[in-house]
């Protein structure tokens, strides 16, 4: 798009115009893909014409991302774009403030198309959990398409946008990437401000980027990483170049596969696809050697302590008061207060309960403190591994294809199985990135690469070697 807008092929206000095409293409009816919860197609119109009129003036020294349109997860606030995490209780909130990666993105030349569907405060992996209805899977819409970030990875998978910004708080972009086949990073912790990202889990939570291919997803976190002093978490490291690289082959690189991730209960289609993956990067030139994460199993139950104990307490700021709806006719000040958080839906509530109650003065040693101890027992396996010479692990990035709506959603416990293999990379603070690997019965199947922090170059590379060796085709959209 970007060579095609350069060489004056195209205007930027035609890739609006199809972005638009597309999403009607998939919206509608009864089975429309539910992909946004909001969109500004004249907003975008109007920005299009402007990089139009920077391209035609000089398409060389022009922004990176000029004209190119983009969406964004609605947990990601921006001053133009209500912002209402998919919940009720920030329904018409609109931010007096842009969030910095939007601010980069829009200084990147970049035209934002809309808001995206989500699971309410990104709790959840299937987008059902959004107050404003479930995103269906474009490649079959009686599936879902992963979660939180259901609704930018499908209006990726869609064809509507070319890349979007997700959030990752245990999995969150690369499960809903690997559902709807397209590539999506988890940037270590601290490689992208959090400043406007609605707060769910703080020690975990980082904006990530979708694309429909390496180098689409790389470039969008190539343009919105790097120090904020607006957050103190965000680290002060230059950020190396990520799309388009130029090394060849995976010459000289050690690839660990951990036996955790090969359960004897995975998927036997996912596992198929997943050796494939790693026949094709020994052929390139890889190592490739079998290693071991002894502390995989403490994952689940650890992150499902610490991070309802963040969102706990990170949510306490929804009191009808300061954010959002108000609930009207109430007498007194918890009346207020009971109200307005009744607008929360039940897997909300559930975690604010499950992080209320392991926080409490009797339980918080034997809830929050031990999971705190596994959490790093997690992080050492991996250093260990690291250490050892691995410079990245392959894995599948979810144990099964895209599930049916409604599926899990009576269980919840089996709906946070569905992050079985991205949780531990996120309570470790790791880069991880999910890539097509290939299809069963029609169906996506993502591989997951993750690698020692700050290792997002040595992960895009691997990933586009890996990309361009298999040369998928794309799954049609239903
Ligand atoms: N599915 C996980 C959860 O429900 C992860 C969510 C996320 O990464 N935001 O917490």
Redesign the pocket.
């Known amino acids: 798009m970007s060579r095609a807008l350069r060489d004056g092929d195209l205007r930027a206000g035609d890739l609006v115009d199809s972005a638009e095409a597309a999403l009607s293409l998939v919206e509608g009816g009864a089975d429309g893909i539910n992909a946004f919860l909001s969109t500004d197609f004249e907003r975008a119109r109007q920005r299009a014409s402007e990089m139009d009129d920077e391209l035609r003036d000089d398409a060389e020294v022009s922004r990176p991302l000029a004209g190119i349109p983009v969406a964004l997860k609605d947990n990601i606030v921006t001053t133009d774009h209500f912002t209402t995490c998919g919940s009720r209780i920030l329904e018409g909130y609109r931010s007096p403030f842009d969030a910095t990666a939007v601010r980069r993105l829009r200084d990147a030349g970049a035209v934002i198309i809309g808001k995206t569907n989500m699971?309410e405060f990104?709790?959840?992996?299937s987008t059902e959990?959004s107050a404003y209805g479930p995103t269906r899977n474009p490649l079959d819409r009686q599936r879902v398409p992963g979660?939180?970030?259901g609704g930018s990875a499908a209006a990726v998978a869609a064809g509507i946008v070319p890349a979007a910004l997700g959030?990752?708080?245990?999995?969150?972009?690369r499960?809903p990437a690997a559902f709807c086949g397209v590539v999506g990073i988890k940037p270590t912790y601290g490689r992208v401000s959090r400043y406007g990202l609605v707060a769910?889990?703080s020690s975990?939570?980082q904006i990530g980027t979708l694309g429909r291919t390496v180098d689409d997803a790389a470039l969008l976190l190539e343009t919105i990483a790097g120090a904020d002093p607006y957050d103190a978490t965000c680290a002060h490291r230059p950020v190396p170049p990520l799309a388009h690289p130029t090394e060849q082959g995976l010459e000289g690189v050690t690839v660990g596969v951990p036996e955790e991730y090969f359960p004897d209960s995975l998927d036997a289609g996912v596992r198929a696809r997943c050796d494939e993956a790693r026949r094709v990067m020994e052929a390139l030139g890889a190592t490739v050697r079998e290693v071991s994460l002894p502390h995989t199993r403490f994952a689940i139950p650890a992150?499902?302590v610490i991070?309802?104990a963040e969102a706990s307490s990170n949510l306490a700021r929804f009191d009808g008061v300061r954010y959002g709806v108000r609930a009207r006719g109430v007498v007194t000040v918890d009346d207020l207060y009971e109200r307005s958080r009744a607008l929360f839906g039940p897997?909300v509530k559930r975690?604010i309960m499950l992080g209320t109650f392991t926080l409490s003065a009797g339980h918080h040693d034997a809830y929050y403190g031990r999971a705190r101890q596994a959490r790093s027992r997690i992080a050492a396996d991996f250093e260990k591994v690291f250490a050892g010479g691995v410079d990245l692990l392959l894995t599948p990035t979810a144990p099964t294809t895209p599930f049916r709506l409604g599926e899990r959603t009576a269980d919840p416990y089996e709906?946070?199985l569905?992050?079985v293999f991205?949780?531990a990379a996120?309570l470790s603070g790791l880069p991880a990135l999910s890539l097509p690997v290939g299809a069963v019965e029609g169906l996506p199947v993502g591989g997951q690469l993750i690698g020692p922090r700050w290792s997002e170059a040595t992960l895009v590379r691997a990933a586009r070697e890996v990309e361009s060796a298999l040369a998928l085709v794309p799954l049609t959209v239903a």
Not at 122 to 125: E, I, L
Not at 167 to 173: D, F, N, P, R, Y
């Open positions: 699971d990104a709790m959840g992996s959990s979660g939180s970030s959030s990752e708080t245990g999995g969150s972009v499960q769910f889990a975990l939570d992150y499902y991070a309802p897997e975690r709906m946070y569905a992050d991205t949780v996120s």
